[in-house]
């Protein structure tokens, strides 16, 4: 399985992005999806999640702003980023996760740059 991130660029701060994450096929038995970031010197840190049941989790720094969500017939998750940061700018990484068959999986993609700046 392979996870292809796009949407991510450079933007002025206050503006928008959506970044998709689709996966090369259907995947199944999966309880998260989630998105990361990874800004120079820093370690990796969870944004946002989304859970098989639906609940949904963020970081304190990007609530209110940005929301995460699927689209299942795509095999795509995306994450809306609004009201963008410097501090925001960072690699961002989808990740899926779960089980097949009792065979436990952990999916990521290969990193889309977001880069805010004026």
């Known amino acids: 399985v392979q996870l292809q991130a796009s949407g991510g660029g450079l933007v002025q701060p206050g503006g928008s992005l959506r970044l998709s994450c689709a996966a090369s096929?259907?995947?199944?038995?999966?309880?998260?999806e989630g998105w990361y970031r990874q800004a120079p010197g820093k370690q990796r840190e969870l944004v946002a999640i989304?859970?098989?049941?639906?609940?949904?989790s963020y970081a304190d720094s990007v609530k209110g702003r940005f929301t995460i969500s699927r689209d299942n017939a795509k095999n795509t998750v995306y994450l809306q980023m609004n009201s963008l940061k410097p501090e925001d700018t960072a690699v961002y990484y989808c990740?899926?996760?779960?089980?097949?068959?009792?065979?436990?999986?952990?999916?990521w993609g290969q990193g889309t740059l977001v880069t805010v700046s004026s």
């Open positions: 990740n899926k996760r779960g089980g097949d068959w009792g065979r436990p999986f952990d999916y």
């Open positions: 096929r259907t995947i199944f038995g999966i309880t998260t």
């Open positions: 989304v859970t098989v049941g639906g609940s949904l």
